[in-house]
């Protein structure tokens, strides 16, 4: 499909709405859980009530709206995505309270209603609640499937602890952990010293819990940092771990193929050749075992993947231009690949054939045994065509890999039952067969 015929749908438009919607929303509930708890720890926005009530106004006010426009759009579920009563009985079950209850204004309620009552701090933290969402929103954003997926899950894991630090931070002010008197500035760096140093299992003593409370609050603060701590030992040395298993696996496949080459004693030419492919395999991406990945997928999704990676290809050849998908897909799944090396004979003068050939990589020599090299074939190309298209008729040339060749296959049985399942491609490519033959003969008695 060229991009031209491509045209974006009230659908489409709908859902790219909610996409940045969602990530809007996501940025508002985590700059709140980030400033109501520090300003009602550190009392730096009452002294400009104004400001305060803006910046409380705002966020609130898009989160309360945020609300209504959830009951008007679908709900994404293990089960599928509900629409209409489905999706707002849905809603009304998982996040409606969370989402109500934190988006309203708790940070100037502690600040102006509660400034002298035990309750202001705890009551701030209410907006917490709003974090819920964002934590759905977080794992849906790590599941999404990308390349670059270990470093989301890193990046999304890094905030997250960040985030509890600075909550810690935060309480730990609260309960009068921080020597009185200093700026706000200088209150808030020696708080997030105390959380960094006991999140991280460091705790050098410096600071230290004088009452009950700042007691009570340093073991629970402990007792986080603990699990924390751990999670982030695992989850770290997973992710690396799992950056590079492919070339971990790579890396001892070659170590056992050096062992098995060593042990049977074979020529240094030919250790150089087998481990030059194996490494064209990885630089390529052809060695990652793709055939594992994708055996589990159902035959109809297998089929949509082939015709992914290889239409591009199926439409330079002349019989298969124009064809219709159904035709694709039959023929792609009969597809396979195969990889030559520099020199490798691919196809012998005089021989019988029952393959065609189409290059996705590389490079390839036509060679004629009176002429030589009369033709260079590279990415796109396709030969040996007519052994479909006409059975008794024997190779006409040599072909011969030039580099590094990455090539799909077609066989004569595929390329057969797709005829016969299809009349009308059928009667299209015997109009092509002529032509190709009539040609080749032209070709044959020049030569």
Same mark, same amino acid.
């Given at each position: ?14 859902? +790219? ?16 859980? /980030? ?32 609300? =209504? ?16 009563? =489905? ?29 002298? !009552?035990?309750? @202001?701090? =705890? ?14 929103? @977080? ?28 909550? *810690? ?44 409370? +700042?007691?009570?609050?340093?073991? *629970? ?22 950056? !590079? @298993?492919?070339?971990? &696996? ?18 240094? =030419? ?64 009969? /597809? ?29 020599? /036509? ?30 040339? !040599? ?40 040609? @080749? !003969?032209?070709? &044959?008695?020049?030569?």
């Amino acid at each position: 499909m060229n991009t031209k015929d491509f045209k974006i749908t009230p659908q489409d438009a709908m859902s +790219q709405f909610w996409q940045w919607w969602d990530w809007g929303i996501v940025l508002v509930a985590l700059f709140r859980s /980030v400033e109501v708890p520090a300003s009602v720890a550190l009392k730096f926005l009452p002294s400009s009530a104004s400001l305060e009530f803006a910046i409380n106004l705002t966020t609130c006010l898009l989160l309360l709206l945020d609300i =209504p426009l959830r009951f008007l759009r679908p709900a994404q579920t293990t089960r599928g995505t509900l629409h209409g009563n =489905p999706a707002r009985l849905h809603y009304l079950r998982t996040y409606f309270l969370f989402d109500l209850i934190g988006s309203l204004p708790w940070g100037f309620t502690s600040n102006h209603f509660f400034t002298q !009552d035990n309750w @202001s701090v =705890p009551i701030s933290f209410l907006c917490l609640l709003r974090l819920a969402r964002v934590a759905a929103f @977080s794992q849906n954003f790590v599941r999404k499937p990308s390349r670059f997926f270990i470093a989301r899950r890193l990046t999304v894991f890094l905030l997250w602890i960040a985030l509890v630090i600075h909550l *810690l931070a935060c309480g730990w002010i609260a309960v009068g952990g921080v020597t009185h008197g200093l700026t706000p500035g200088h209150t808030y760096i020696r708080a997030l010293y105390w959380s960094v140093t006991t999140v991280s299992t460091t705790g050098f003593g410096d600071i230290t819990p004088k009452t009950e409370p +700042q007691m009570i609050y340093t073991m *629970l603060a402990m007792i986080l940092g603990a699990g924390l701590y751990a999670t982030v030992v695992a989850n770290v040395a997973s992710l690396i771990a799992r950056a !590079d @298993s492919a070339r971990a &696996a790579f890396d001892s496949k070659i170590e056992r193929l050096n062992t098995f080459m060593k042990y049977k004693n074979m020529p240094e =030419p030919l250790q150089k050749r087998i481990l030059g492919y194996h490494e064209y395999l990885w630089q390529t991406g052809l060695g990652h075992d793709h055939e594992t990945l994708l055996e589990d997928l159902s035959p109809g999704l297998r089929r949509s993947v082939g015709v992914f990676l290889n239409r591009h290809i199926m439409e330079q050849i002349p019989m298969l231009r124009g064809a219709d998908a159904a035709v694709l897909h039959r023929l792609i799944s009969g /597809v396979t690949s195969v990889v030559y090396t520099p020199g490798d004979t691919i196809l012998h003068h005089g021989e019988p054939g029952d393959t065609m050939y189409l290059i996705n990589r590389g490079e390839v020599e /036509v060679v004629d045994p009176k002429q030589g090299v009369v033709a260079t074939l590279g990415g796109g190309d396709y030969f040996g065509e007519l052994a479909l298209l006409d059975p008794d008729r024997p190779r006409l040339a !040599d072909v011969r890999a030039k580099t590094f060749c990455a090539l799909s296959v077609i066989d004569r049985e595929t390329f057969t039952m797709v005829l016969e399942q299809f009349p009308e491609f059928a009667a299209h490519v015997r109009k092509v067969a002529a032509t190709r033959i009539a040609e @080749s !003969d032209l070709r &044959a008695g020049q030569i």
